[in-house]
């Protein structure tokens, strides 16, 4: 066999069941093998950015890389923003890269570019093959590099000519190594502070600890000692809804974070690392907890927080039910022209049981996330690294790894059009995914922004900048020419209606929310 | 002032008078700072593949720099494969990308990411600036970087707190340096070599030795010896039309290009470097040119080819006047279902004096390409480095520098995914661009490269990764969608009232090209 199929059926063997692709000729190999590969799916993007996102969706449903495809330097560029968002989210992704053919490189024919330098800054292991039987060794590496728990970058170069040269073999993965455990000494530290009931206390909570079972232990500490837990503002998956243990979510804004922990003595953080401000503005602090608390970092994001949680409620004898249960919340909503406000709740209440939202609706959503908090268990995916245009492929992705649940993206104008060439993707695999475009007419955020780093007066230049109008995006035109079903919404009626619809549907749809 | 404001003004003054533009939180100081600069247009493209391709057009055109502003490593990412191809385009170009403030990278919030290592593969020149005042110093030596003969990219990292921070002043620029001439000694040398007229000589030409007044001088040595001349495949601006001395194209595919130059004795290169194939294959040379012939490097692509050029044919004693002048070529179509042919032969009849085509039409543009020869001149620009998504940009970036020429964009299906954010520019900036869509639903070229690289009998899941039908994409839709006004046309006659209608309005337009 040659080295696309040896690497190909060695990332199988290692438990890839997706290759999110854009191909090009030095791919081509690699696309055979694919080919030839059955229980492997091949799923095209028309913008490797639409691949990479997929993946990184794909991988957070189901804790499992998917593999990608990209064209040399410039289609790993084109899906690098992605896998910073990855990177950040913790995600498992394998990444193959086509080159050239080692002995073309000396020609720097116009498609020659350093892969390794575009690929190193969004990776956390990188490596070129050193030839044809190398590169399923290459492969099985990166199949366990990528789950080094909770997730890892692994990108991979495959020059041309390891692709298509005969006389390899299918390489064997070594064992994916055990989760690291939180050490005994952390558990006691952060048991003895919270074992104080007269300061005030949180579990502070990132990564894997927004899974329901982690959440269901830290609601066990909270019944026993009546600390808060709150979580970061962005995280790669939290499972919520009504009987999940709930967490309160840091507010984005540096000094509404800063106010929002005031007070709290001492803080015990799982899954992440003490906060800072997504930005640095002038005059503002980028370090968020209190000054005088007492932080106790009982596991990074790197150790099992439910392990660690579990052995502190143990620990401290917490009952074997959880507290912070959230309860239904049934709401209402005005109806009338649509808002931010009213579409969030529709939204919420309509959502069905298991739904997993894609969430990158900016300025526009966060009513949404907050009614939803009482609805019915579902999962919700944010965009992790701020790197705008992950919301649509990371629906893409979640829709592939979960074709029996429905999937909503929650989806901003302006980001929206960064990788809007997903919707061809859910039109093309018939994806269960309803697309809720936001629509606000603005990089609106970027309003706000403008303010807040001191810019009092913009001019007209600087406010056309920030501005989606003229021309107005026609998102039910894109959507249907991208190939998936859409319609208009300015009224809560018609929105209801809209969603409703799409709710007892399967198979794609894009409603564009005109908001007020 | 502040250090965006001294930085912004030190641009205007080394000669920028556009910014091509996707900022955010941490460039908002630059967007206030090109806001109070009056003379600098600011451009807003929704993607940054839209921004980095314009820039490459509008330097293509001006043979000066554009700015971009992008918005940290992921922003910069987006564009990196755009910049690629401005790079292999040997175009100027001054990117700026801001970064958070220093004191903030410490916190490795989520957007942070190495941006220098990003940047670095993609870029002659990167310069992180120390302080609010050597921004401004950081700008100007990236006016000079940028505008080393012919074109360098240049990245100036931009930390917010240099942007915001009082104090800074203007910088001066140092004089570009002068462009290098060819040395005497390889005047003489190629001189040498064609005066022999008993040998099979060419001119290869390539970079702006595609400039009509050097292919003048090009023209003379012909004129003088018989050799022929004959130019790289993909060239960043080449001058065209009937008038002008024309030069022989070098076929796409290696093995069609080695036949293509096979009896050439003697080459002289101006311009570039002999050329090599696009990419490997397995059993084919890499190597274009005939293994005895005698070559010599005239004029490498940083050496002024006009003058190269000038010099040669002044020491053939060639005469004044130029041979190989383009003769108008009428030409005429088969009526009847819309062909590669058909559509090539329409546009070249329609195409208006002075037009400037970005072609990135792939395997469906030849036709266009070949008849516009004998049409009347015009600037024909190709997508120097291979990375798709090229097309639209640059004919945005053309555009935007010269308002008062009609722009077409030859763009195909495929490739036009990728960056088709551009249409939006063109309405919002009433850009006088013509987009034609060559759509044959599938990556025509791709379909080729698999059987060239040796897969005989791809199955359907290869076969699905390079077809665009399942869905079908509906280009006037998505153009609407976008606010640039678009038709289809699937017969000669609809085509050529579609065409001849653009050609007599001005401001943007689209026409998909249902090609049989």
């Known amino acids: ?56 969706g794909y991988a957070r449903m189901t804790d499992t890389p ?38 073309h490189l000396k020609y720097d024919a116009p498609l ?8 190193s800054p969004m990776s956390h292991w990188v ?22 728990y909770p997730g890892q970058i692994a990108t991979v170069v495959a020059p041309g000519d390891h692709a298509w040269t005969d006389g390899a073999m299918v390489a064997a993965c070594e064992k994916i190594p055990d989760v690291p455990k939180a050490r005994e000494l952390d558990v006691l530290k952060a048991a003895a502070i919270l074992g104080n009931k007269t300061r005030k206390s949180a579990l502070f909570l990132g990564g894997r600890a927004l899974r329901e079972a982690a959440l269901f232990q830290a609601g066990r500490v909270v019944a026993k000692t009546g600390a808060r837990i709150i979580c970061e503002t962005i995280n790669a998956r939290w499972q919520r809804g009504a009987g999940r243990v709930t967490a309160e979510r840091l507010p984005y804004f540096s000094e509404m974070a800063v106010e929002y922990l005031d007070g709290l003595e001492q803080i015990v953080f799982v899954g992440c690392k003490p906060p800072v401000a997504f930005f640095a503005y002038p005059g503002k602090e980028s370090w968020i907890s209190p000054k005088n608390a007492k932080l106790v970092e009982l596991a990074k994001v790197s150790i099992d927080p439910e392990d660690a949680l579990r052995r502190l409620a143990d ?48 300025t526009s959503g966060g009513a949404a996330f907050r009614y939803s908090a009482g609805g019915p268990k579902h999962d919700w995916l944010m965009i992790t690294g701020g790197a705008i245009g992950q919301g649509l492929p990371v629906a893409v992705g979640a829709a592939v790894a979960c074709r029996d649940r429905k999937v909503i993206a929650l989806q901003a104008d302006g980001s929206g059009m960064y990788t809007v060439q997903a919707l061809w993707t859910m039109a093309r695999e018939n994806l269960d995914i309803l697309t809720i475009i936001m629509k606000n007419n603005s990089y609106g955020i970027l309003n706000i922004e403008l303010s807040r780093v001191g810019v009092t ?29 859409a319609v208009r919404a300015e009224t809560t009626d018609e929105f209801f209606e809209a969603v409703s619809q799409a709710m007892v549907s399967t198979g794609p749809r894009l409603i564009e929310a005109q908001l007020l």
Request: include cysteine; charged fraction near 15%; proline fraction near 4%.
């Open 457 to 485: 007066h913009p001019g007209p230049k600087a406010l056309s900048l920030l501005d989606l109008s003229n021309p107005t995006l026609n998102w039910v035109s894109i959507s249907e020419g991208l190939g998936v079903k």
């Open 112 to 119: 020659t570019s350093n892969i390794v330098g575009v690929a």
């Open 66 to 103: 998917a593999a990608t495809l990209l064209h040399l330097g410039p289609g790993l560029a084109n899906g690098l923003a992605n896998i910073h968002n990855a990177r950040r989210a913790h995600t498992a992704m394998i990444n193959i890269v086509g080159d050239h053919a080692v002995d």
């Open 127 to 148: 490596r070129t093959s050193t030839s044809s039987s190398d590169l399923a060794v290459a492969g099985a590496e990166a199949v366990v590099a990528s789950q080094i």
């Open 1 to 56: 066999m040659n080295g696309a199929e040896a690497l190909i059926q060695t990332l199988f063997k290692g438990g890839v069941r997706v290759c999110f692709a854009n191909p090009g000729t030095s791919e081509m190999q690699l696309v055979a093998a694919i080919d030839k590969q059955d229980g492997m799916e091949a799923i095209l993007g028309l913008f490797e950015g639409v691949v990479t996102g997929a993946a990184d």
């Open 315 to 362: 620990e401290l004898d917490a009952p074997s039910l959880p507290a912070n249960v959230q309860d239904e919340t049934p709401t209402n909503f005005e109806c009338g022209k649509l808002t931010r406000e009213s579409a969030g709740i529709i939204i919420s209440k309509l959502m069905p049981e298991n739904a997993i939202v894609s969430d990158e609706s900016g």
